[in-house]
């Protein structure tokens, strides 16, 4: 059931003794919106953990203590920036399936499988608990706002991405004049890359290739780069979103190499491209502007032709792309 | 003479004919503050012309039209964010030396040069310009809001420098209340380089030094990087950024080279180190977290050390910083 904000609010206020899960793989916005939500309920008297079924990657430590995280039998569950049960994560899902008692939550993608539902299209989760506390009262905290600028920054790209409103900003100065740690917070969360991140950058920018008048952009990451580099996957995320950066480049496709020789395509687009489009050609799915596949071992070469064969596709379809034809 | 903002609101009502003049090499502040006081002055029945000693990058060309750019003879001179006349560069710096009456400026290091001198520490003359705006009663205008998002965006990295505070998020908010561009300004300024610029990341990042502990990083743009790439020095503005960006490092320094063989240093810090100060005992100058200054051309390896010489002694002086020493 969708629910209206003062109702949040008053359930708030009725009940102690919460909960809070967060999706897997957690990001800035549901570990924000989590820890947030989690102090200003103990602000308020009541009791609160947050619970995670992945460990919290280190730079997020400055929003929460030690015995802030964890289980809570019979507690009030709450669900934020969490668009589908399943994103609950291993242990976490099968033993909250069903049991989400309030989700706060900004994707429209919702599933609706909370008891009750809190839904706003607007960047971040966290820009919804901000709107939450003023309305509880909540007393101005310097910790607080380090979890809502968290969240609000990260889920923009850093006042970047498209999601960004003038209620945006507002919000942020806001939490700015209350103490949040920006500079701290934009240092660890945006100007701090290892090394070996930047060495793998070098190597895989050095094999961009461009195809159909350079409106495909292809970039080759190899098991080689990784281990030269000493760098993890997760270290790829950042680079893969290149190629679609480059000028006259409607998708950018990203081809990452797996220890067993297989190769995971990432791909990204400009509108009016879809990228989930030719992804499901190939066997793999996403978003309009972001999506994903696999290419096989067997014949790399045979497999990467058919993707750009699928790309061209794509791009001939659409009469409103100028190809050279 | 230092002035007061009011002033400088009775002076753009008192005078016409206006020539705004921005600093060499121009970026999104000067062109930004430049083209935003040109569309109000005009509102308010007067001249006014922006002049800039380099050409403007196309990707600025939202921000005027034809016709708005070039010299004026008898004109009342301003200029904006130019700190030393001598940036004013080749031409305009000789015909309009000692004859700017007016300068709106963010840097603490302005040397003084105007007849009137309006300075604030603020992330960027934009912010100045837009409260000058407020002051002046100008009508709400999406061209000009988009003039000052995108002094005020590429200034602050896109809200990623610690030079933002809660008032530049304030203004921020309204100016997108107004109806800048926000998403096609960001798209332009942060999410769109050309294959060339991507050649020369790759290029200077294999370049990388670590000294110091990993606590400064050196970087070293050569001629022939830029030869090679197509690039042109302007494109080299956003790969200084990347040093200061790596784990550890607490001083970024890219060293670029110049035709001549000289090369231009530009140092990027985090807190505490000081980088004006560093440059200003090399002979340059500019803010605490970013500054620059050069390296002649007789004895590049002597004036490198030198350089390391001073970050060290930099480092070393600040008893916060823990050196292994």
Request: glycine share 8%; hydrophobic share 35%.
């Amino acid at each position: 059931m969708r629910i209206e904000l003062n109702e949040v609010a008053s359930i708030l206020k009725a009940n102690d003794n919460y909960l809070i899960l967060t999706h897997r793989n957690p990001d800035g916005d549901t570990l924000g919106s989590g820890f947030g939500l989690m102090h200003a309920l103990r602000q308020m008297g009541k009791s609160a953990k947050v619970l995670c079924c992945d460990e919290i990657p280190a730079k997020y430590s400055y929003l929460y203590s030690d015995g802030d995280v964890g289980d809570v039998d019979g507690a009030y569950v709450i669900a934020v920036d969490v668009a589908d049960e399943k994103l609950l994560g291993e242990g976490v899902y099968e033993k909250y399936s069903g049991k989400v008692k309030l989700c706060i939550d900004h994707h429209i993608s919702n599933k609706e499988y909370a008891e009750k539902l809190y839904l706003r299209d607007c960047s971040a989760v966290c820009e919804i608990i901000y709107d939450l506390l003023v309305m509880l009262g909540i007393k101005k905290d310097a910790q607080i706002a380090d979890c809502l600028y968290t969240g609000i920054s990260t889920d923009t790209g850093c006042y970047k991405f498209s999601n960004v409103t003038a209620r945006t900003h507002e919000i942020t100065a806001k939490l700015m004049a209350i103490g949040a740690n920006t500079v701290e917070i934009n240092k660890l969360m945006f100007e701090s890359k290892t090394r070996g991140y930047y060495m793998l950058e070098s190597a895989a920018l050095s094999t961009l290739e461009y195809y159909f008048d350079g409106m495909c952009a292809v970039m080759t990451i190899t098991q080689k780069m990784l281990n030269d580099s000493g760098t993890k996957e997760s270290d790829c995320d950042g680079i893969s979103g290149i190629p679609r950066k480059i000028e006259g480049v409607l998708v950018g496709a990203t081809l990452r190499e797996r220890p067993d020789g297989t190769f995971k395509v990432s791909l990204r687009s400009h509108d009016p491209v879809d990228c989930s489009k030719i992804c499901l050609k190939l066997g793999g799915g996403g978003h309009a502007r972001a999506a994903g596949c696999e290419l096989s071992v067997e014949n790399i070469e045979r497999d990467k032709q058919l993707l750009l064969d699928t790309i061209k596709e794509e791009l001939d379809r659409d009469d409103r792309i100028y190809t050279a034809q």
